[in-house]
């Protein structure tokens, strides 16, 4: 296994720059997984980090070596792609094989590592099929058996999970990570569902705009957000985002729901103050009203949309609760939990 290095890196089209100046520092052995919205710039950075796209300046290392000008064969990499890339024509062990045979390996050799991967993934009843007669999740794990015969020093992953279904979607989440422990191996994984990000990364790189806004633990991202871009973007449903503005009692949230000034912000400073859904509690005492707009049972919760002074926010309730939209009830802040942002650069204050 390997560290990556990346310093600096941008990357041009032409005149369009698409991005600007991206460090990211990960260890050897460890799960780091880049996300962001659709454009953002991650799929580029894998792709650079591969080979399969030229770095226009700035320098990456696979286990301090500098790649920039090496070619994607000579970088050590596995990479897994969205759509399998599997050769329809062979069978499952001949296309976990194949780049062993290219690398002149003999049939005993190759055998010996197609049947290791194959055990560790559970795929050893299916060696001798095609990948037609195979599922969704099925060839997905072919992909990641063709990656780990290679032993390379780092793995790269491109949005694997995209083309399965929800359930399917959760259960290779699981088998990724567990591979992952199994394997102490370095991966860097692409995807834009941050649902994905939280549950498998030992670390996330938050990416917009060709930019970097954070990288950190999933819980130090969902819990201490840099600026409300991660705010917004980290979390089901997204953080709440209020206007607020400091008075002499605390912090006016939303027109109505006074706050304590943590902040110690000065006497009329406009701020956004965020709150997440689970943190703002229905039926306490002392809380201010809010209309019921729609009521979302999931079984081991309840997700209330409501209109609290004008401004709608999201509610996530651990109670079963019988509400109706168009009915008023009281609802309170955790304000210990909540996050202040500056309006003009987002960042957290």
């Known amino acids: 296994m390997a560290s990556v290095e990346i310093s600096n890196v941008k990357k041009s089209y032409a005149a369009v720059a698409v991005m600007h100046g991206v460090d990211v520092s990960i260890k050897d ?90 055990d560790i993934l559970s795929l050893t009843p299916l060696l001798e099929r095609k990948p037609a007669q195979l599922s969704g999740g099925q060839r997905q794990r072919v992909a990641m058996g063709r990656a780990i015969v290679r032993h390379p020093k780092v793995f790269l992953f491109d949005e694997p999970l995209s083309n399965l279904d929800a359930k399917l979607r959760v259960k290779m989440r699981a088998e990724i990570k567990a591979l992952h422990q199994r394997l102490k191996s370095t991966i860097v994984y692409v995807t834009h569902d941050q649902i994905e990000a939280m549950t498998m990364a030992d670390k996330i790189v938050v990416m917009n705009s060709g930019r970097v806004e954070q990288i950190g633990t999933p819980l130090e991202l969902y819990d201490r957000p840099a600026n409300l871009f991660v705010a917004t973007f980290m979390g089901s ?28 912000l000065r006497y009329g400073t406009d701020v956004s103050y965020g709150i997440r859904p689970d943190d703002i509690v229905i039926g306490k ?49 955790i304000t210990e939990r909540a996050h202040v942002f500056d309006n003009g650069s987002g960042r957290r204050i």
């Open 237 to 264: 449903p997204a953080m709440n985002i209020l206007p607020a503005k400091a008075t002499q009692g605390g912090l006016l949230v939303a027109g109505i729901a006074t706050v304590p000034n943590a902040a110690e």
């Open 29 to 118: 052995g460890e799960f780091v997984i880049l996300v962001g919205p659709s454009g953002c710039g991650k799929s580029t950075l894998l792709r650079m980090i591969a080979g399969l796209e030229t770095v226009t300046s700035g320098d990456i290392s696979i286990d301090g070596r500098r790649v920039n000008d090496l070619e994607p064969k000579d970088r050590d990499i596995s990479m897994v792609f969205q759509n399998y890339a599997l050769y329809p024509q062979m069978t499952v062990a001949q296309n976990m094989g194949f780049a062993l045979e290219l690398a002149g390996k003999s049939k005993a050799e190759i055998k010996a590592e197609v049947d290791k991967a194959a």
């Open 285 to 333: 005492e002392g809380g201010v009203s809010a209309e019921v707009l729609v009521v979302e049972p999931t079984g081991s919760e309840t997700h209330v949309t409501a209109r609290l002074g004008g401004h709608e926010i999201a509610i996530v309730s651990k109670d079963r609760l019988s509400i109706d939209p168009g009915q008023m009830i009281s609802v309170s802040f």
